[in-house]
């Protein structure tokens, strides 16, 4: 077990958590009127179940907290609220570290020591096939719920969304704004992440996948410039994330259960009551980005590594030998 999470801490250098909507093999409902789930001042009638529960959840918590809620019983809760919607999708939590499932919920941590950063992104796929009514007030209400309750501030909060507003959520600017947020990121930040939009399945292309199909954000322009796959995000937000940084995501969209690809997994199915490594998480996917973003790196100049040294690198993990 040690060896796994050196291996964990070796290629995902930051503390990463996702809090997913839904597993791999479930879709992730929209809602069309939100009321039942109580949000203090909704941005309109329709929203993700998977977004508004948690934030009913959290927001009861903060209005009347009793005692700090843990990780486990907001995803737990949440899964209560989804189930007596009838909602059948099963919330699951993934961590690049094996997370105490049973501390104390955060967004930003205790030992926060630097900058609130967010990047927030809401598609309707307005005036196209497979239109969404509720992803653009996701966004919205979870703006204001960052702001108010986490101190997020406005300069430090980017917003890719469908309504003629602002910047296009197309694949070009989705990843420009995960690459600008690495960028910019440095230890001691507390980011925060939120998607809500289609998630799709798409035949895996490179043999990485357990169950043969890679799980993607599907952008504004897919027609033309295709889905955005797990492996893309690793490569632009989550590898590369420098260590000391703590990355809260929130993904709101259909097969997202791995979409990042994180080694630690709690699903909120009543039977786990720790996190825990998957049975056949394969580190050797991971080395392989790795592999790839950081010979990227060095050819464009930006202090990446010999391919020779980054090969090095996989062979020795695909070996079992890190």
């Known amino acids: 077990m040690s060896n796994y999470l050196e291996r964990a801490e070796e290629l995902i250098p930051a503390e990463v958590r996702m809090i997913s909507g ?15 789930f109580s949000l203090p001042d909704p941005a309109g009638s329709a929203g993700g179940a998977c977004t508004s529960a ?19 019983e907001v995803l737990m809760k949440m899964r209560g609220i989804l189930s007596q919607g009838r909602y059948t999708q099963i919330p699951q939590l993934s961590s690049s570290r094996p997370l105490d499932i049973h501390q104390s919920f955060n967004i930003v941590p205790a030992n926060f020591t630097g900058t ?29 719920f960052i702001k108010d309750i986490h101190g997020f501030e406005d300069e430090n909060i980017t917003i890719l969304m469908d309504d003629g507003a602002h910047t296009e959520p197309t694949y070009k600017n989705i990843l420009a704004a995960y690459h600008e947020l690495v960028s910019s990121a440095k230890a001691g930040d507390a980011i925060f992440c939120h998607y809500s939009g289609h998630g799709g399945k798409v ?18 322009d897919f027609n033309a410039a295709g889905q955005i796959r797990d492996d893309d995000i690793f490569s632009a937000l989550i590898g590369p994330m420098p260590a000391g940084v703590t990355l809260t995501s929130v993904m709101d969209c259909c097969h997202s259960g791995t979409v990042l690809d994180l080694p630690y997994v709690f699903k909120a199915d009543g039977e786990q009551n720790q996190m825990a490594p998957p049975p056949d998480f394969d580190f050797s996917k991971l080395a392989a980005m790795f592999q790839a973003y950081m010979v990227q790196q060095g050819a464009n100049g930006q202090g990446g590594i010999d391919p020779n040294d980054a090969i090095a690198i996989v062979a020795k993990e695909c070996c079992n030998i890190l």
């Open 116 to 144: 609130r950063r967010a990047v927030m992104i809401g598609i309707n796929y307005t005036g196209q096939q497979g239109q969404l009514s509720g992803c653009h007030n996701d966004v919205k209400n979870m703006i204001e």
């Open 22 to 36: 839904c597993r791999d093999e479930q879709t992730s409902a929209d809602v069309s009127n939100v009321a039942s």
């Open 203 to 220: 035949r895996d292309d490179d043999g990485d996948e357990a169950d043969g199909y890679d799980e993607t954000l599907v952008p504004v």
């Open 54 to 72: 948690m934030l009913k959840v959290l927001y009861a918590n903060h209005k009347a907290p009793q005692k700090d809620l843990s990780f486990q």
